[in-house]
């Protein structure tokens, strides 16, 4: 078993940043490809970005260029820094590996 617990929401202005953490324990041998997703009010969840244990990424278009994932493995810990945040980016986001979730961190972007 996996679990994940999600940190570093909050609120921030448009144009802000936060570094979202996604901090992992249990069976972390299990996992090759960590998620993140995100699901504002009212929508369903989206797929935002990947990184696998290679360290390759990809991102979803909405937010390549302003978002960055990345891992510390000797911290069990992936990482999505949010720049240039919009208020279309208001979500709670969560972490994601095989079946598992985490309780997700909420990030507002508001004025």
């Known amino acids: 078993q996996v679990q994940l617990v999600e940190s570093g929401g909050g609120l921030v202005q448009p144009g802000g940043s936060l570094r979202l953490s996604c901090a992992a324990s249990g069976s972390i041998f299990s996992i090759n490809t960590i998620h993140w997703y995100r699901q504002a009010p009212g929508k369903q969840r989206e797929w935002v970005a990947l990184i696998t244990t290679g360290s390759t990424t990809n991102y979803a278009d909405s937010v390549k260029g302003r978002f960055t994932i990345s891992r510390d493995n000797t911290k069990n810990t992936v990482y999505l820094q949010v720049n240039s945040l919009k208020p279309e980016d208001t979500a709670v986001y969560y972490c994601?590996?095989?079946?598992?979730w985490g309780q997700g961190t909420q990030v507002t972007v508001s004025s």
């Open positions: 994601n590996a095989n079946m598992y």
